[in-house]
């Protein structure tokens, strides 16, 4: 069920002459998962600087989690009323922005931030889960970039509370090309 107008992606590059042009516009389906959201995968790098030479649409292939290792994964998260979503950690450094609607994060300590359209979280690391509290839907982009795993007296506190198989997303025929 969609929740918001799936979003339009418009990606940029280069002709054979060097000269800018629009390589993809299109709207990018948001995805049910079993996580009580949806899902669109935007962009994904699997390198870190990106090249920006050439074109392959990244999003033809499947995201395999919410984060990689290697690059950025940029989503939008569609939060349908009054839902909870699960506690989580990715190993990435994440920029969560609420495009619209209200949702709160919940940290592991018990700590609660309740979050408005324009507010951005930055998530390092942490065990975190989100929770829509309000009877309308909300949508967040987040930029997942790729980090490396925090490191607690000795202990890695690496990718937790959540089997890939749910995560997945992506691969989409639809995307523009």
């Given at each position: 069920?969609?929740?918001?107008?799936?979003?339009?992606?418009?990606?940029?590059?280069?002709?054979?002459?060097?000269?800018?042009?629009?390589?993809?516009?299109?709207?990018?389906?948001?995805?049910?998962?079993?996580?009580n959201c949806n899902f669109a995968v935007l962009y994904e790098t699997q390198a870190f600087p990106a090249s920006n030479d050439g074109w392959d649409d990244p999003v033809q292939a499947r995201t395999k989690s919410l984060a990689n290792d290697k690059g950025v994964v940029l989503r939008v998260?569609?939060?349908?009323?009054?839902t909870k979503t699960l506690f989580h950690r990715t190993e990435s450094l994440d920029f969560g922005i609420l495009h619209e609607g209200e949702i709160t994060c919940h940290l592991d300590d018990g700590v609660r931030?309740?979050?408005?359209?324009?507010?951005?979280?930055?998530?390092?690391?942490?065990?975190?889960?989100?929770?829509?509290?309000?009877?309308?839907p909300a949508r967040?982009?987040?930029?997942?970039?790729a980090a490396t795993p925090v490191k607690i007296e000795g202990k890695l506190l690496g990718d937790e509370g959540f089997e890939r198989e749910h995560v997945e997303s992506g691969g989409v025929a639809s995307a523009s090309k």
């Open positions: 069920m969609s929740l918001f107008p799936d979003p339009r992606r418009i990606v940029t590059g280069h002709n054979d002459s060097g000269r800018s042009i629009v390589v993809a516009d299109g709207t990018i389906p948001c995805e049910p998962t079993p996580l998260v569609d939060f349908p009323a009054n931030v309740d979050m408005k359209a324009g507010d951005v979280c930055v998530q390092r690391g942490t065990i975190h889960g989100w929770t829509n509290y309000s009877d309308k967040v982009y987040f930029i997942l970039t």
